[in-house]
């Protein structure tokens, strides 16, 4: 299915494919296009908004997500907006890949903003542009039991609080990635993973790529939670 050439303006959770999707089957699935102007407590993604114990294979999104919050004053609120899946909320997604530029405030990443569940064999070649929780790949890996195994980020990912070549904050585990983009924030800044809340890292995953930032910064991770 191709969805192309979208253009989604002064919206909420929305994406070029579905609002949400809660226990089912997508694969090979395209979209293009842009979405501009979110409203605030917004889930955002290129293909779909939120995933809910969805099974996501084979798709491909280049959608540029742009952070023009309609009201400034709550601008903070945003919890998840990626460039293929705002949130994933459990379920798996395998063999996707983004391309594209991604901008938003907090839980901003270049395939998913929040993530519950499972990632495999998946990338993102993108710039991402977040405030907290912003990484090239995921912004935030919620709990221990999200897995993010053989996937790949590269491009540049700009934040400022836990900011990651890979993600952002981790609470789960990531096996054999790899990050190759040049970071930049403020604080928790790394390479690979800005914050590690108690995740687990094997030793074949990497980072590569220019790391800056003020405190608790890292070529691999800025901080690890002992």
Known sequence: ???????????????ALTGGAA??????CHSSGQITNIFDNSCVGG???????????????????????????????YQGIGGLIGVQNTGTISNCNYTGN????????????????????SSATANVTGHDNTGGLVGFSYTSSTSIEGCHA???????????????LNEGNVIKSHSECDVTGDDYVGGFI???????IDS????????????NVGDFIGFDEP
Do not use: K, Q
């Not at 800005?194 to 687990?200: D, K, L, R, S, T």
């Not at 074949?204 to 405190?215: K, L």
């Open 102 to 121: 991604v901008e938003g405030d907090t839980g901003v990443g270049g395939l998913t903003g929040s993530s519950f569940g499972i990632i495999r064999d």
């Open 204 to 215: 074949e995953s990497s980072a590569t790529g220019s790391v800056t930032g003020n405190s």
């Open 154 to 168: 590269s491009g540049t990912v700009t934040g400022t609080n836990n900011t990651g070549g890979l993600i952002g």
């Open 1 to 15: 299915m191709f969805i192309e050439n979208i253009n989604i303006m002064n919206a909420d959770c929305c994406a």
């Open 47 to 77: 293909l779909i908004s939120i995933s809910a114990g969805a099974n996501v294979s084979n798709c491909d999104s280049t959608v540029t997500i742009h952070f023009a919050p309609i009201n400034e004053a709550s601008a903070n609120s």
């Open 194 to 200: 800005g914050y590690n809340n108690f995740g687990i």
């Open 23 to 28: 226990y089912t089957t997508i694969s090979n």
